[in-house]
């Protein structure tokens, strides 16, 4: 007893140090319990953000990942699979900044470039839909290129290079429309010459009349007085003929088909027989010029609605070309007229000096403008003080 003799003074000390020894279990009680109830805390909260960074990872979801990873750090938690996330995270970072190369290289126009980078994101899971539809608009846009190269060379005469460089986007594309309506325009009609023949042969009666029935445009008539005379050249006549009445048939089914190019070929075949043959001034040859201006007109039309002026004016042009009255190409011409101005007017008010963008300007104003239009003689005259 601490105070012996004295009880009551005894038994209130250790009262008080029961107290004491009841305080200091409840703290350590506590201590234990907020301490476990931290640690479960911090073991679901580092559970938590762990399956959402693998989420973000597996779905390629990069900033989302990183700043999931950024919240991780800023906790300090770490574990094995934290260790391996972080290792596909920083792939994924590598493979994203090698894709803004790949865009990079696109938005600069350097498609070379471009095409070698993209190449390895063609086997990527997450890239491979991107590189392909990118891959794909590359090879559009370059075949654009080759076509507009063709189309200037076209618009300066010179047909063999301008059809050699279509040839060339045909074989890459085999089914462009774009190409096969310009091959349409830009390939020669290639006469078939007559053998020039030493002697003059007489024709005879029925032979004479078979001509002048198939000039009528009586073809049954004519092609019965050929067969009638056993004539080499006679059933040349008639097979040609035939031919003439094939492929105007089925040019007139492609123009209702909409398929231009395909009725400029067939048309095309039906000058070189009629050249042959020689019967110009005929019903099938109204009928061929007739056709021709149509397609023509139409090609432009589609040209013109997709934004290829000067593709537009080079079919308006053939259009009248073959008919000088056909209202639809005479219109397109009219539409485009009014669109040089306002390029013209543009350019004119951008500067005192012609810089490269207004010279831009007036050498589109004056590829789709006729050549006696005031537009396109104004257009010409700016052009002339531009710098190569």
Known sequence: EPYPGNPERSDKKRRKRNRLRLVLLASVVLSSAVLGVSVVYNYREQNTLTNKL??????GELKQAQAIKRDIRKHGYTSGRLT???????????????WETVQHYYNLGMYREARSAAAPFTSNAVYRDRADALLGDIRTKELN??????EMLYSQGQRDKSAALIQQVLEMDPSNRD????????????????????TIIKKSPRENSGDTAYKKGDYAT????????HSKDDAKKIVLASNIKKYIRIGGKAIDSGDYPLAI???????????VLGIHGTADEFTLRKYLSLSYAFLGKQA???GLQKRAFLCFQQSLKYEPSNAEAAHGLAVLNEEADRLYRTAYMMSGANTPQACRLYRQASDITRKDTDVHKKSKEHLSTCNP
């Open 304 to 306: 013109l609605a997709d």
């Open 145 to 150: 290129n080759i076509l507009k190269t063709a």
């Open 179 to 198: 190409a096969q309506a310009l091959l349409a325009m830009v390939r020669p009609v290639v006469p078939v010459q007559r053998e020039n023949r030493r």
């Open 222 to 229: 004519a092609v019965r007085l050929w067969a009638g005379t």
């Open 265 to 275: 070929k067939s048309f095309d075949k039906v000058q070189a027989f009629i050249s």
């Open 54 to 59: 693998a989420a973000a990872v597996d779905n």
């Open 84 to 98: 391996v996330l972080e290792k596909q995270l920083d792939i994924m970072k590598g493979l994203s900044d090698a």
